[in-house]
């Protein structure tokens, strides 16, 4: 069982940055693949970035490449989400998402690959 906690989100301008971070208890992070959806009001849950366990390979959205990364510190069992440049279209929840299975590691852009979600943290981007 893993436990996720997002933090970080918040109220920013247009071309300002936030970092969001996203704590694991439960079992060591370093063997799980580690995703960053998000969602906008009536919409699904968007892939946007991922950490991949083997090799730390890590992928991102169109949307977001060049503008958004990410990284793991397995010490503190966290992920962390360095977003820059950011976009009014970039408002939404985004959550963190962990799974350890083998597949995770080939299927890690669909939500329904992960079995262990956060609560959630509100990004609102101001034009």
């Known amino acids: 069982q893993v436990q996720l906690v997002e933090s970080g989100g918040g109220l920013v301008q247009a071309g300002g940055s936030l970092r969001l971070s996203c704590a694991a208890s439960?079992?060591?992070?370093?063997?799980?693949?580690v995703g960053w959806f998000r969602q906008a009001p009536g919409k699904d849950h968007t892939f946007v970035a991922a950490?991949?366990?083997?090799?730390?390979?890590?992928d991102y959205a169109d949307s977001v490449k060049g503008r958004f990364t990410i990284s793991r510190d397995d010490p503190e069992n966290t992920v962390y989400l360095q977003m820059s440049s950011l976009k009014p279209d970039d408002t939404a929840v985004y959550y963190c998402?962990?799974?350890?299975?083998?597949?995770?590691?080939?299927?890690?852009?669909?939500?329904?690959?992960?079995?262990?979600w956060g609560q959630g943290t509100q990004v609102t981007v101001s034009s």
């Open positions: 439960g079992r060591t992070f370093s063997a799980c693949t």
């Open positions: 950490i991949i366990s083997i090799g730390s390979r890590t």
């Open positions: 998402a962990a799974d350890c299975d083998y597949s995770a590691n080939y299927y890690y852009t669909a939500a329904s690959t992960y079995d262990y």
